[in-house]
């Protein structure tokens, strides 16, 4: 069976930075892949996205600090790079994969598999 796992969570002070990791138990490569975040007592927001051509989108709330990329040496794995961290950004962060690797969409619904979530922390 497909499995997703995030890694890479923390606690971290604001303006800080972390390193999120989408690792799959097959090559992720061919699948879309699109990163969520719950905060508590909020919904779920997803917040970027990359296609398995590299084609990348971010939402508002993140886009110029937050950056998605693909490892095309390795079994593809995603990371999430974020930078200036904000004490809002705190929150439970959940790698999701699509099988139709040509869309790139923050719809929960489109996606086919999910992690079990990372938790990021930005306090002082």
């Known amino acids: 069976q497909f499995k997703l796992a995030e890694s890479g969570g923390g606690l971290v002070q604001p303006g800080g930075s972390l390193r999120l990791s989408c690792t799959s138990s097959?090559?992720?490569?061919?699948?879309?892949v699109t990163w969520f975040r719950q905060a508590p007592g909020k919904e779920q927001e997803g917040i970027s996205c990359?296609?398995?051509?590299?084609?990348?989108?971010h939402a508002n709330s993140v886009k110029d600090r937050f950056t998605v990329s693909r490892d095309t040496a390795s079994r593809g794995t995603v990371y999430l790079q974020m930078d200036n961290l904000k004490p809002e950004d705190t929150g439970t962060y959940y790698c999701?994969?699509?099988?139709?690797?040509?869309?790139?969409?923050?719809?929960?619904?489109?996606?086919?598999?999910w992690g079990e979530g990372t938790l990021v922390n930005v306090s002082s």
């Open positions: 999701a994969a699509a099988k139709d690797g040509s869309i790139c969409t923050l719809s929960r619904f489109a996606m086919n598999y």
């Open positions: 097959g090559f992720l490569g061919y699948y879309s």
């Open positions: 990359i296609k398995s051509s590299g084609v990348t989108y």
